[in-house]
Nanobody
Framework: VQFVESGGGSVQAGASLNLSCAVS????????IAWFRQAPGKEREGVSC???????YYLDSVKGRFTTSRDTTRSTVYLQMKNLKPDDTGIYSC?????????????????????WGQGTQVTVSS
């Protein structure tokens, strides 16, 4: 199991960024792929999760601005971020585990994930 994350950068507030998480070693239909972020001095925070074919979930503060999608042919999960705010700054990482299914409300808890990517830095200046 391996992740390769890309797409981070430094932008000004209001700009957009697109992150990619290329996965290998497992099929996307059977696993939940989540994006987490961690800002300096803060706890890791779940941003979004694609739970196999069950659903897609978002942190309330990013709803309407962020979109997560997946391309099973390319084994890649994307995070499109629009209207970025300084509070969106942090290291964004992919994480995975088997699908949550009916336990989907656990998706925000980092402790449930087994494998993590190395992360990519997103910096939003005001």
């Amino acid at each position: 199991v391996q992740f390769v994350e890309s797409g981070g950068g430094s932008v000004q507030a209001g700009a957009s960024l697109n992150l990619s998480c290329a996965v290998s070693g497992f099929g996307l239909d059977y696993y939940a792929i989540a994006w987490f972020r961690q800002a300096p001095g803060k706890e890791r925070e779940g941003v979004s999760c694609v739970d196999g074919r069950n659903g897609i979930y978002y942190l309330d503060s990013v709803k309407g601005r962020f979109t997560t999608s997946r391309d099973t042919t390319r084994s890649t999960v994307y995070l499109q971020m629009k209207n970025l705010k300084p509070d969106d700054t942090g290291i964004y990482s992919c994480a995975t585990r088997e699908v949550f299914g009916r336990d989907w409300q656990r998706w925000k808890n980092a402790a449930y994930y087994y494998v993590w990517g190395q992360g990519t830095q997103v910096t939003v200046s005001s």
